[in-house]
Structures are given as C-alpha cells and as structure tokens.
C-alpha cells in the first residue's frame, strides 16, 4: 500500500471516531494494522473480551513473530485459564489448555507440565508461583501492566502506538476543497449550488452569468469547524499527535521511535507465575529455520560471504522526497521522480570507462578494492589470503603490500587465539577508506578489523585493531553519526557494531537479525542518521544510532545475499544480491514506501557466483556477471551494454569505479587487477606516463654525484634542444610524486623513448587529482645556469 493510501486510511479512522462508529473504527485499524488504539485494547482487557483482544491483536502480530509476541499471547492465555480455574470451570480450562497454551509446549515442555497440573488442585493458589494471585481484577490490571511493555518494545507495533497529529475534520476539509475547486471550474458558476453528490463531480446546471462563493459551508457536509473549536474525540479513540522524528520520504523504511525506554522488558521467559511489574523475561528465542545458504561460484572456492560486493557506503547528504512518484513500462519515466534529475546529459558508450590502459598482478585473489576519495588513482586491494595492496594505478607501482599479521596477539580474545591456531588461514572481506581518506579499514574473514592510517604515497601505519565479531567479520564501513567518526562492521555472529575510529571503544551494538549479518549501508538524510544491514537469508534491517532495535524489517528480491548503495549524490537507493538458486537481482528501492522501483534486467540464469555492483556518475550501474561488467542506465530497466575487458575476467569479477567515474578497476584470473578508463581518465594516466618518463631522466641526472639534481635536469633538457621545458618538467614531475624522492619513481614507457614528439606533447591539466604538491628542502641551493654559443 503506498503512503497516500496509508494516510487515507488514517483520515477515515478520524472520520469515523468523530461520526462514533465505534466497532468500525476498531475494525479497521485491526484489519489494516496502521494504529494500535491501546486505550481500546485496555478496556478489553479489563472486561476480560479475550477473543477480541486476541482478535484485534491478529492484525498487528501473531504468536510466533518474535520473542515479545509470544510472550504477549501466552500473558492473556495463562489470564484467561487461571480465571477458569478459579471459576472452576474445569471443562473450560482444558479447552484453554488444549486449543490456547499447548502451542507454547514447543518451546518450553515443562512449563506446560506444570500449567497442566494446575488442573489437580481444588486451588491453583497452592502452586507456589500463583500464591499471591489475587482477585481477577487486580490479576488483569497486573497483567496490563507487564502487556503495555512488551507491545511498546515489539518493534512491530513501535511506529502504531500514535495516530499522525491531523487537523480536526481533515477529511471533511479536503472534500470540501475539492468541491470548492471543482466550482470553480464551472463555466457558468451558480452563487449558491446545490451539491448533492459526492458520487460524481460538481457542475453547475443553469448559467447565470454570475460567480459563486466558495462551497465551504455546503450544508451537506457541514459547516467547517474553527481551530480549536472541536470536542474531545471518542472514549475509545485518543488519537494522539506523534512526534515527527524521522523525515517524510523514510516513512516507509524508517518508523517512528518509540519515546518509552524499557530497560526491564525483554522477550524473556513465559513462566508460570503472574508477571512482576519489573518483569525480567527470559524467553528462549525461537529456533531460526533459515536453511544453510551455499551460493555456487564459479571462479572462487570462498563461501559466498567473502565475496564481497562494493557498495558506495560514504555517507551523504540526501533531499528529502515528499510525493511518490510512479514509474512506468520499464523504468523510462526519466525526470518524474523528485531528486531523480540530472544536471547534464551523459553519452553512455564514451562516459564509461570501458577501455583497459592498465593491468596489474597483486599476487593473490582480490577480493576487495576501494579508490582513494581524493587521489583518484590509488587503489587499495584486499585479497583472499589476507594481504592488503596500495597501488598507485597511474606509475602501475605497488606502493605497499601487507601480509595478515595480528598486531598484538596478547589482546585478542581466546576464541580468535583458538581459531587462529585451528585454521590460521584468513581472508579479507572488506577494504574501504575513510571519507577524507586518512584512514582504511580492513575486514577480515576471522574476528578482526584493522585501521590503517595514511600519510601519503607508501607511509601507512597501524592505527587499531579491533577484536569485533565472533567468527567473521562481513563488511566495514565509516560513519559519522554526530560528527563523530566511527567503524561500523557486521559479522557471522549477527550484530552490527559501531566503534569509535579514534580509540577502538564500542558505541553500539544492534541486535536482531536471526542470520549472519552480510553487509551495511550507513547513510542520513537531514538530521537523520541510520544504518542498512542485509543478512544471508534475505532480510533487511534498518537501526537509528540508539538502542531501540531495527526500524525495518524488510525482504530483499528472492530473498538474496544483497547489499546495498546510495548513488553519489545520495538520491537513490540501489541493492543487489544473488540468492541461493543463483539469480541475481539489482534493483532500485522507493524509499517512501519501503518498496521495490524497478527491477533491472540483463543477468545470467544461473549466475556463476554472487554478483557484486557498484555506481558511478549519478546515472550508471554496473555488475560483474558472466565474465565480464554490464552496465545498465539507472533510468532503464534494459541493459545498456556489456564489456568483457579484452577476455580473462573472473566468471563473477570484483569491481569499484573510482569517486570520478573516470576509472573502473577489476579483478581478472591469475591474481590480476584490469584498470578501465574514459577518455578523461586516459587523459589522466598518460599525464602519469608522460611524468615517469620525465621521473628516469631526472633519476639518472641525480646519479651524478656532483650536480645538482634541478641542475642537471635541465642541462640534460638543453642537450636535447629542450632547455626552455626541462625546469618545468622537472617541477611538474616532483609535484606529482608528492614527497616521493624522484629516483624511486620508475619509468613505464621505454618504449616510446625514442618517439620525443610523443613523449613530449602537451597534456593538458584540466583535475585536480592531477596534481600534487611537493615542498623542496629548505637546505636546497639553487644554481645558476648558463649556456656558451
């Protein structure tokens, strides 16, 4: 159901708790389970209606949703068989027994031993658990008490507890603008029309010549009330006003907190005896029946988990979407959609990056890859047997390579020192870098994450490591929930984290998925801070930075291994995810209503492993699927076209475009990285080959001892009939190499050494990335040059 419809059905419940339609009010909200009306639910309780309670609550929950509504069921059943018993009323109490509490047997044996031995005794008060239980008044107001609890900490009642603060009468102010609009589309406006019909749209029948006042006070609905001047709603209605807490366009994906804490309620134990106002509930938690999920692959012999498909996870700003908007036949509807537009128009085969300038060996399989957000061509790798690789993509030079080490094994806990020793092969899952891309972060397939902090070319140093997770850790991100940077990692033991990035402590832990947790997707839009998580049986959570459980609970497309991204600019919402019979889906979500957009087409059947994407440019997607990436327009459900990176690709491929979209990495056979680019990205790497070049020359000028190394650079210009360029070269070359010494900068075009006019032609410098500072020593002397004729 899409919001308008939602918040129709809420103005006809305010309709109808003012007309006093009272058993229709109730009714309604029990059959569309928008709003819980707890003053309702209370007065059933205390006249002891159980089936109705049962009844309405059946349109909120059902007994095995999860740990609270179990314990919510077995309260009023438990109420109902005691007041049997103590009616002794022994024919009812074993109906009870038999149709209402066996169910719960399932889960706790004994208990229903003991409830059913109740029937033995002249008076169940024997029993020691039920010997303060008093009269059936105070046992239900008792009850009420602990019931109140546990529905404002079950998450699925959490945004149903306050009706939206409307304006008295909305719907009829709505008609009546309707109608006033319709009156004034009349071409011959009667003063004083006579409506009778709502069936059928207004028009008035004789024209007079003359216009009419506005319809407001037609008698047939009533004159309008002023503000203020309504009486109080219904005894069984209060429709309280709700906090607006969470903006607009979340509405579908992220309900409403609820304003209780409730430390003491949990979905403890159903238990015998009657509950403690403080009540500590220990109810074991309902045996997850997810079957095992084994995603094939066809080109790595890793659990599906370790394939880590590479959303954009930075945070970013996102407008607001007021109105959902419909998308017709396959995805054209190009422009509708609020915030959907854009600013220039992209000619799709020239703005992908679809030509392979590089190809590098890391030396084992990546698995993970992640460009640095300022400097467009370094790229981090994680690989299958631990190692981390910065590679400067422009030189092709490996700048650093880290093999799996526990910095201190001392620290770790027993469980990681015992796996360590049982099987002390680990694997990256994650690499990512911070926002400013100081730090990295590193997942690993085995308890762990580490932070690297990075000073600039090869200089990388160990920042913290954090023990995060019991068994693997699946994905990592950075986040700034109150201008704090924090780590959020994801595990096989379930929870999502959120660590402090700048000492390792834990902030929070969120709880709730019933399977490993595969990967996060932390985003904010306005004020607004939250977190995606997808687990491995499909389903998708969605948690405020607080500890009032998940917001969402949704199904992702064939319940598939998925994760998710936000375009660049954070408009859109995309996932994509490979289930266990092998489909795979990318799709886009409406985030007003929690649903799925659009649906791309153009994947193999069966795929070959789980296919990852990424986005770039605010209007492309891409994947890697049957040996090769395939990319789709996002306003298009059809496949846009498909590149196999000259041959050699992994069945299922890796790939990350760097922030520009200029530049695609991805991963090929034999531990091979392909580096794709755009015309603009090719420009920019030929500006590196054409500085390397200059890099050799000036490396072999500064072997000579006596020179200076500025000098001898240019000398070595000027013998080429150069001398009016070779300064500025040289310049230009330490720039790029930032405080890299130029003798460690080699050269990669040898040969073109012999083609001066190739290696020579202007390039013109047109980004940032393309440039870099250098600070010469102070200490440097500076020594004219002069040429004899």
């Excluded at 304003?259 to 238990?271: D, K, M, Q, R």
């Excluded at 990256?428 to 730090?439: H, K």
């Amino acid at each position: 159901m899409s919001s308008l419809s939602r918040e129709l059905v809420f103005l006809i419940l305010q309709f109808l708790d003012e007309e006093k339609f009272k058993e229709t009010v109730h009714k309604l909200e029990q059959e569309s389970g928008f709003f819980f009306n707890m003053k309702y639910f209370e007065d059933e309780v205390h006249n002891g209606n159980w089936d109705e309670v049962e009844k309405y609550l059946s349109g909120f929950t059902k007994v095995d949703d999860n740990r609270y509504s179990m314990k919510i069921f077995f309260e009023i059943r438990k109420q109902k068989y005691l007041e049997a018993l103590d009616k002794h009323d022994r024919s009812k109490a074993v109906e009870i027994l038999v149709k209402d509490l066996k169910v719960f047997s399932t889960f706790n044996e004994e208990l229903f031993k003991e409830i059913t031995q109740l029937l033995t005794l002249e008076n169940f008060r024997e029993n020691e658990q039920l010997s303060k239980y008093g009269d059936t008044k105070s046992a239900r107001a008792i009850m009420l008490v602990e019931l109140k609890k546990l529905i404002e900490a079950n998450p699925l009642f959490r945004d149903k507890l306050q009706f939206p603060n409307l304006k008295n009468s909305r719907l009829r102010t709505l008609i009546n603008q309707s109608l006033n609009w319709q009156h004034q589309l009349c071409k011959n406006p009667r003063p004083n029309p006579d409506i009778k019909t709502l069936f059928f749209d207004h028009s008035c029948g004789q024209p007079n010549g003359a216009r009419a006042p506005s319809p407001a006070n037609n008698p047939l609905l009533g004159s309008l009330p002023k503000a203020g001047g309504f009486p109080a709603l219904g005894a069984h209605g209060p429709f309280q006003p709700t906090p607006a807490q969470i903006p607009a366009s979340l509405a579908g994906w992220m309900t409403n907190p609820s304003t209780v804490t409730h430390p003491a309620v949990s979905g403890g134990a159903i238990g015998l005896g009657a509950p403690s106002v403080p009540a500590t509930l220990k109810h074991p938690r309902t045996p997850p029946s997810n079957p095992p999920i084994d995603y094939p692959s066809g080109d790595s012999d890793h659990v599906a988990k370790r394939t880590r498909p590479m959303g954009i996870s930075d945070e970013v700003n996102l407008p607001v979407n007021v109105m959902p908007m419909l998308f017709h036949g396959h995805g054209q509807g190009h422009g509708h959609g609020h915030g959907h537009g854009h600013g220039q128009t992209f000619n799709a085969p020239d703005d992908l990056p679809k030509v392979v300038v590089r190809t590098m060996n890391q030396g084992s399989s990546p698995i993970s890859m992640d460009f640095h957000p300022v400097q467009q061509t370094i790229l981090l790798v994680g690989t299958n047997v631990g190692d981390i690789g910065l590679w400067e993509v422009g030189s092709r030079e490996r700048l650093v390579l880290r093999n799996f080490k526990v910095w201190d094994l001392n620290a770790c806990s027993m469980p990681l020192q015992a796996a360590l020793v049982k099987d002390p092969g680990v694997s990256v899952n994650r690499v990512i870098w911070s926002p400013d891309g100081s730090l990295f972060g590193v997942a690993y397939s085995m308890h762990i994450v580490q932070i690297y902090s990075y000073h600039g070319n090869d200089d990388v140093r160990q920042h913290l490591e954090i023990d995060a997770h019991l068994g693997g850790v699946n994905d990592l991100a950075f986040s700034t929930p109150n201008k704090q940077l924090c780590v959020i990692t994801c595990g096989d033991d379930k929870t999502i984290k959120v660590w402090d990035a700048a000492n390792g402590s834990k902030l929070y832990m969120f709880e709730g998925h019933e399977a490993p947790v595969y990967s996060i997707c932390p985003h904010y839009k306005e004020n607004i801070q939250f977190i995606f998580s997808t687990a491995l049986d499909g389903r998708i959570k969605a948690w405020l930075y607080d500890n009032l459980g998940s917001r969402v609970d949704y199904e992702a497309p064939g319940r598939s291994c998925t994760t998710m991204a936000y375009s660049a600019d954070g408009t859109r919402l995309f996932s994509c995810g490979t289930s266990k019979e092998a489909e795979s889906f990318i799709v886009e979500w409406n985030e007003s209503e929690g649903a799925v957009k659009r649906t791309y087409h153009g994947f193999r059947k069966p795929s070959l492993g789980v296919v990852q994407f990424d986005t770039t440019k605010n209007r492309f997607l891409a994947a890697g699927d049957d040996f090769c990436i395939k990319f789709w327009d996002m306003d298009s459900v059809q496949l846009l076209t498909t590149i196999d990176a000259d041959g050699d690709l992994l069945a299922s491929p890796r790939i990350r475009f760097n922030k520009e979209g200029t530049l695609l990495a991805v991963s090929a056979n034999e531990n091979g990285i392909k580096i794709l680019a755009n015309p603009d990205g090719i420009r920019l790497l030929r500006t590196f080959e054409n500085l390397s070049y200059d890099a050799s020359r000036a490396s072999e000028s500064v072997a000579k001892p006596t020179v200076n190394p500025i000098s001898a650079a240019a000398v070595a210009a000027t013998s080429s009939g150069l001398a009016d360029r070779g300064a500025s070269v040289v310049a230009v070359a330490g720039m790029n190499g930032d405080a890299r010494n130029l003798g460690d900068v080699k050269p990669r075009i040898a040969e073109e050494s012999n083609d001066k006019s190739k290696i020579w032609k202007l390039t013109e410098i047109n980004e940032p990335s393309q440039c870099r500072s250098l600070r010469l020593p102070e200490n440097s002397r500076v020594t004219k040059l002069t040429e004899n004729y």
